[in-house]
């Protein structure tokens, strides 16, 4: 053990002085964050100040064949540096003079005390050359990225728009802002050799990593003949706006969303916030008949109806609490695929009678109705289904006949792919694909079922009786030569604002379908709102869905079916396949 | 990993029943304790430090966290394992790791194998992860030397003899580092083998010659570089230019000063957004400055000091010389380590590239102090006759 205590004394020393080393390193944080704190807390301060935030470009957004929807050009913008200006009146007044602003307001931000203003952003191209050739002392230009909507008007409610530092307002532009958003990167502005603040030179070699580009399940030509078609209904029935959704029954990818009335993203300033909406998803209305589609999905399930069963419908006219209920065309039997064929009111609450309450909201809820589709687009609306303890006496049949219940255009269209593709009810998505600067993916999107409200039987009997619509029912006007569609015609009354009760005059007219009936490639959604020339979703929508479908068809390859098995399946009412 | 992982992993490791008055053989709770926690303060201020900047760089701000984590979870791991060995295996060990490590200091300078980083070829690519031989270095010449003494215990006084080998051998090793350029790491264990083979009986006489004799060659080195004089010209006079040269020193003051007594918050410190340069590496003390204030960087500095004087208790106490060596030795390379940094971070020092041992991010650094302590932990479970009376007071600081 002598070895141990040799040394004891060498092992104090060497204690010492290392805890001296902590003593003082103590110390010097204390004089550094005690007695020199408020020293250095304003001289970080004023370097915070001097900041700039630079940004990489943000990301662009494409169509699904890579068309340019959305992108970043590079416009001048031009600041000040006040400390290193002799004259600030005069070169105020320079100033002025190309970029139409008032030269007294110029002058007011190049007299604060501060080492960097930005006088005017995102100008023309032709500004800032005319600026560079003046060469200010104490001015500079530097370039960043202002959006461009190539397209205009084009899907503009879908792409919503971003605002003068590029952050991303409505829309895509801010469902997918953490992703479109380009790399952040602080610039401290450096002194020169005078001790003037500059804007560091070289940004353009090390600059930040621009944004994600983002890839839309939307086809651009599809989208166009969407927007058009919508747009001459809406101006032939002198309506006060419309909406229009293409969806993928299979995948449930948004082809299309167009709504009317439009705007240009590129001048959105000059816009009330109330047009950005897009109505397609924000907003819930009364369905009216397409709602039958749904009632009788559940029917038909339930097996309570069979196409061929025969249903009273009193002649045109019922009383159910105290309401009559009429229908458009006076009948006394009609079998119940006639019912939803020629739009029965009457046949559709017996329908509905017969399945019962919590049948009937079971099934609406399960074909999505009362809650949000999910789909990748901010302010989506979850619509309204009341439960059936709040349900009135008269509630049963109004939802029976698409009343009393508010649902999006985006919720009918993926409830009628559910319809559509044997029974699926798939979430819809509008993002299908995102990729970094370098062109790696970063994220994928694909089909997600959310759950299975009717057997493949069920949508097979119900496309059937939905073909017999368009052949021969109240939506002949959205038959399309050559190919099988189904569909249903929609007219519901809107609530008046000042009675609060059904207006006789203001309308929305509707058409839902689908099309290639035996083998559907899109599910169509056509709502016109407050029509003024014809109140009837078979007179105003339905020629819309046939205009879109006639031609997306054959754009998207589809070939026209044998017309001799349109015709056995319009009479028979039963879907037959060959 | 969540949390809970690391709240199991802390529960499985051997705490004595009661700490001090545990059983004879168990290991130094303190120890294990004031790691543990230095650990969690690091893991949290490296994620405060880097999660703006590498949600910016990687779209993930949790990246740095999250292999902060896992190397962390490793090391206590190895902790757990190396702190249960007899530590007299080190001493068999010691020239075959020494060996070893000399490999991979020259496989480190060869280009193609050598990962340059600002404009230091430092890291060597195995695999998945890349580390730093240097880092491994310190320890293994603190292993090598606490052998050596062991062995040569009376030869020490002589210098041709005794003081020479271990002097060319480290110099040799510390030629290798200082080819990568890492002068930090130099810098440390020069320190640390000087303080060694004092505490090992070597004469004084001697170590002031090598004082003396290395006064020359350290200036030489920093005059040679234009780079380690600019530093050395900056740390004299560091607000001369901000902007420039000065710019890693000035802003961890301003970190510290605006940090004051209490700190502005964790996670709400500005400096660490693209101010401060290595926020969640070197200069991570002064972001615990600024958003910890005083009352933080002063509490990881008396933990740190109680780490270093918990070593020399476990060396006084150790049965072996060889576990007394080691156990300096292991404090010495803390103690000197966590100095320097400070002394860098608050301009007390010439800037040099070294980490805030267990605080800072990085694995190797994070790994070897890890091992390290387990190492420190093997050796306190060997004490001196029991606890109390007759070993306590052997203890330094321990009054």
């Known amino acids: 053990m002598t070895g141990t205590d040799s040394h004891r004394g060498r092992r104090i020393v060497v204690a010492f002085v290392l805890m001296l080393g902590f003593a003082v390193v103590i110390f010097r944080l204390f004089t550094l964050q005690v007695l020199q704190a408020a020293e250095l807390t304003v001289k970080a301060e004023r370097q915070h100040r001097k900041a700039v935030t630079v940004e990489g470009e943000r990301g662009t957004i494409y169509d699904r064949h890579g068309k340019v929807l959305a992108i970043n050009v590079d416009v001048p913008s031009v600041f000040g540096v006040p400390s290193s200006l002799e004259n600030p009146s005069g070169v105020a007044r320079d100033l002025a003079r190309v970029l139409h602003v008032r030269a007294d307001e110029i002058e007011k931000k190049l007299k604060q005390e501060r080492?960097?203003?930005?006088?005017?952003?995102?100008?023309?191209?032709?500004?800032?050359?005319?600026?560079?050739?003046?060469?200010?002392?104490?001015?500079?230009?530097?370039?960043?990225?202002?959006?461009?909507?190539?397209?205009?008007?084009?899907?503009?409610?879908?792409?919503?728009?971003?605002?003068?530092?590029?952050?991303?307002?409505?829309?895509?532009?801010?469902?997918?802002?953490?992703?479109?958003?380009?790399?952040?990167?602080?610039?401290?502005?450096?002194?020169?050799?005078?001790?003037?603040?500059?804007?560091?030179?070289?940004?353009?070699?090390?600059?930040?990593?621009?944004?994600?580009s983002v890839m839309l399940t939307i086809d651009e030509v599809i989208q166009y003949m969407a927007e058009k078609e919508l747009e001459e209904a809406v101006t032939a029935t002198g309506a006060k706006g419309g909406v229009v959704v293409v969806m993928e029954p299979r995948t449930g990818a948004i082809l299309a969303m167009a709504v009317n009335p439009r705007f240009d993203p590129n001048a959105v300033r000059a816009i009330s916030a109330d047009r950005w909406r897009n109505r397609a998803l924000t907003d819930a209305y009364e369905p009216g008949s397409t709602m039958k589609v749904f009632v009788a999905a559940a029917a038909l399930e339930e097996k309570v109806m069979t196409p061929g069963t025969l249903v009273y419908v009193e002649n045109g006219q019922m009383v159910v609490a105290n309401t009559v209920i009429h229908d458009h065309e006076k009948a006394g039997w009609m079998t119940f695929a006639q019912v939803i064929q020629r739009s029965s009111n009457i046949g559709s609450v017996k329908t509905a009678m017969a399945l019962g309450e919590d049948r009937v909201y079971r099934y609406l809820r399960a074909f999505g109705f009362g809650e949000r589709t999910e789909i990748?687009?901010?302010?989506?609306?979850?619509?309204?289904?009341?439960?059936?303890?709040?349900?009135?006496?008269?509630?049963?049949?109004?939802?029976?006949?698409?009343?009393?219940?508010?649902?999006?255009?985006?919720?009918?269209?993926?409830?009628?792919?559910?319809?559509a593709n044997g029974g699926w009810l798939m979430k819809p998505y509008i993002v299908s694909e995102v990729r970094d600067a370098k062109g790696r993916v970063v994220m994928q999107a694909g089909p997600q079922v959310r759950r299975r409200p009717v057997s493949p039987e069920t949508a097979l009997t119900l496309t059937g009786i939905l073909e017999g619509v368009v052949a021969h029912g109240t939506g002949s006007k959205a038959a399309v030569p050559g190919y099988r569609v189904a569909g249903k015609t929609g007219t519901a009354q809107k609530i008046d604002p000042q009675t609060g009760a059904y207006s006789a005059s203001l309308f929305v007219g509707s058409f839902v379908g689908f099309v290639?009936?035996?083998?559907?490639?899109?599910?169509?959604?056509?709502?016109?709102?407050?029509?003024?020339?014809?109140?009837?979703?078979?007179?105003?929508?339905?020629?819309?869905?046939?205009?879109?479908?006639?031609?997306?068809?054959?754009?998207?390859?589809?070939?026209?079916?044998?017309?001799?098995?349109?015709?056995?399946?319009a009479t028979g009412g039963v879907l037959q396949r060959p | 990993?969540?949390?809970?992982?690391?709240?199991?992993?802390?529960?499985?490791?051997?705490?004595?029943?009661?700490?001090?008055?545990?059983?004879?053989?168990?290991?130094?709770?303190?120890?294990?304790?004031?790691?543990?926690?230095?650990?969690?303060?690091?893991?949290?201020?490296?994620?405060?430090?880097?999660?703006?900047?590498?949600?910016?760089r990687f779209h993930d701000s949790i990246y740095f966290l999250k292999r902060q984590l896992a190397w962390l979870l490793f090391g206590f791991l190895l902790l757990q394992v190396v702190s249960r060995l007899d530590y007299t295996v080190w001493r068999r060990m010691a020239l075959p790791i020494l060996g070893l490590t000399a490999v991979l200091l020259v496989l480190v300078l060869i280009p193609s194998l050598g990962v340059v980083a600002k404009g230091a070829r430092r890291w060597l690519r195995l695999g998945l992860v890349s580390v730093q031989p240097a880092e491994m270095v310190k320890l293994v010449v603190v292993i090598y030397l606490a052998a050596y003494l062991t062995k040569k215990a009376e030869m020490v006084r002589e210098f041709g003899a005794g003081l020479l080998p271990p002097l060319i051998i480290v110099g040799v090793l510390a030629g290798l580092v200082l080819l990568q350029?890492?002068?930090?790491?130099?810098?440390?264990?020069?320190?640390?083998?000087?303080?060694?083979?004092?505490?090992?009986?070597?004469?004084?006489?001697?170590?002031l010659?090598?004082?003396?004799?290395?006064?020359?060659?350290?200036?030489?080195?920093?005059?040679?570089?234009?780079?380690?004089?600019?530093?050395?010209?900056?740390?004299?006079?560091?607000w001369k230019d901000p902007a420039d040269a000065g710019f890693q020193v000035t802003q961890s003051f301003l970190a510290f000063g605006s940090g004051g007594l209490f700190g502005v918050g964790l996670g709400e410190g500005k400096q660490k957004l693209f101010f401060l340069p290595e926020a969640h590496t070197d200069f991570v003390l002064a972001l615990v400055g600024e958003e910890l204030g005083l009352a933080g960087t002063t509490a990881i500095m008396v933990l740190y000091a109680v780490l270093v004087l918990k070593g020399f208790q476990i060396a006084g106490r150790a049965r072996e010389p060889f576990g007394r060596?080691?156990?300096?030795?292991?404090?010495?390379?803390?103690?000197?380590?966590?100095?320097?940094n400070a002394g860098v971070v608050t301009g007390l020092l010439p800037t040099k590239g070294l980490t805030l041992p267990l605080v800072s991010y990085g694995g190797s650094s994070l790994l070897v102090s890890l091992v390290a302590i387990g190492i420190l932990l093997s050796v306190s479970r060997d004490r001196q006759g029991g606890r109390a009376s007759s070993g306590y007071g052997r203890g330094i600081g321990a009054r």
């Open chain 2, 181 to 207: 350029p890492d002068l930090g790491t130099v810098v440390v264990i020069g320190l640390v083998t000087f303080g060694l083979l004092f505490l090992g009986g070597a004469r004084l006489s001697h170590l």
């Open chain 2, 209 to 238: 010659g090598l004082v003396l004799a290395a006064l020359p060659l350290g200036a030489m080195l920093i005059l040679e570089s234009p780079y380690r004089r600019l530093r050395l010209m900056t740390f004299l006079a560091p």
């Open chain 1, 115 to 212: 080492s960097f203003v930005w006088i005017a952003r995102k100008l023309d191209p032709e500004q800032g050359r005319r600026l560079e050739g003046m060469s200010l002392e104490g001015i500079g230009t530097v370039m960043e990225g202002r959006r461009f909507y190539p397209k205009g008007p084009l899907l503009s409610h879908v792409l919503g728009f971003a605002g003068m530092d590029g952050q991303g307002l409505e829309g895509i532009e801010r469902r997918y802002e953490p992703y479109l958003r380009g790399e952040k990167q602080i610039v401290v502005l450096q002194r020169d050799a005078l001790g003037r603040t500059v804007f560091p030179k070289g940004l353009d070699e090390q600059g930040p990593a621009a944004g994600h």
């Open chain 1, 376 to 419: 990748d687009l901010p302010g989506e609306g979850a619509g309204l289904v009341k439960e059936p303890q709040d349900w009135g006496s008269r509630s049963l049949s109004s939802i029976a006949i698409g009343q009393e219940i508010g649902v999006s255009a985006v919720q009918l269209a993926t409830a009628l792919s559910a319809v």
């Open chain 2, 1 to 56: 990993m969540s949390r809970r992982s690391i709240g199991a992993s802390t529960l499985a490791l051997p705490w004595p029943s009661s700490g001090e008055r545990g059983r004879r053989t168990g290991v130094d709770g303190s120890v294990l304790a004031v790691t543990v926690v230095l650990a969690l303060i690091g893991l949290v201020m490296v994620f405060s430090a880097s999660a703006v900047v590498a949600g910016n």
């Open chain 1, 516 to 569: 290639p009936a035996e083998d559907p490639r899109m599910a169509i959604v056509v709502v016109i709102d407050e029509p003024q020339t014809e109140a009837w979703g078979g007179v105003v929508a339905a020629p819309v869905f046939q205009r879109i479908a006639e031609q997306a068809l054959p754009y998207l390859g589809v070939s026209p079916h044998q017309p001799i098995k349109l015709a056995m399946n």
């Open chain 2, 325 to 340: 060596h080691l156990a300096l030795g292991i404090a010495l390379l803390i103690g000197v380590q966590v100095l320097i």
